[in-house]
């Protein structure tokens, strides 16, 4: 007989909990968050560049909620780099790359959104991360909705290619970059990024040791930046490419090595 009070209550006891766990899944409610990325100084950063990944976690358990990609574009320039944009001034429209879940939350939580890219540029990936708390069924969208800044440029080396091996007879060697802002906006003197503003200079390691630093140039075209390296001695050399604003201090690097052979 006891055995038979014990099943029975063991069965009242699981369909006690079956409904409070029921109860609480049913006051789960859905609840948008948009998240947008922006460069340092410029737009936000979209489908062009491969997209920002974007992970919204439960800031107090570490649980991922949701995760994916920024798509769109970089945004409307007029809203985005007029000088008397307010504080409630709203920076985004439709053409603006975002990510948007729908999360399932039955309390008021503080999530943690946090933002690594831009993907298809790895050298230059900078990371930003927020906290927010959010409540159930109010959605973060409005106005840009939730907006990481990220700081950087895009910096990517495109001579001399990685781990060349030059000939005793090469004097010099041509060292040339591209250089955008973390959206993927060109750099042009007398732009809206301006060229002659920002130091765009390689740092030179010789067998592991730094033995100058060297000024690039704009090369003509927008984002390139060039200049001439004289080879002075056989030996593996290291370059590191950086662009910087003394503005902002917004920074970016990218790197490459080569070989100079003797004769």
């Known amino acids: 007989m006891r055995a038979v009070w014990t099943l029975i209550g063991a069965a009242v006891l699981t369909a006690a909990m079956g409904a409070t766990l029921g109860a609480s899944a049913a006051q789960a409610e859905p609840t948008e968050i948009t998240v947008r990325v922006l460069g340092k100084d410029s737009k936000f950063i979209g489908s062009s560049l491969g997209g920002m990944r974007v992970v919204l976690r439960d800031a107090q358990t570490g649980e991922v909620l949701a995760s994916g990609f920024t798509s769109g ?105 591209n250089v955008m802002m973390m959206c993927g906006c060109p750099i042009t003197p007398g732009g809206l990024w301006d060229a002659d503003a920002y130091e765009v200079k390689a740092i030179v390691k010789h067998d592991g040791k730094v033995v100058d630093t060297v000024a690039l140039d704009y090369a003509g075209e927008a984002s390139q930046f060039a200049t001439t390296l004289p080879i002075k001695a056989p030996g593996t050399y290291e370059l590191t490419v950086y662009a910087f604003d003394p503005a902002n201090g917004n920074t970016g690097l990218d790197r490459t090595t080569f070989i100079a052979t003797e004769g």
């Open 73 to 177: 574009g970089t945004g409307n320039t007029e809203l985005l780099m007029h000088q008397d944009r307010g504080r409630r001034a709203v920076l985004s429209d439709d053409s603006a790359a975002k990510f948007s879940a729908t999360l399932d939350l039955d309390m008021p939580t503080l999530i943690e959104a946090e933002a690594f890219g831009p993907a298809g540029q790895p050298q230059s990936a900078a990371r930003a991360s927020a906290t927010q708390w959010v409540i159930p069924g109010h959605p973060l969208t409005g106005g840009d909705g939730w907006v990481l800044e990220v700081p950087g440029f895009i910096v990517d080396v495109l001579a001399p290619p990685a781990h060349v091996k030059l000939s005793p007879e090469v004097e010099s060697v041509e060292v040339k970059a």
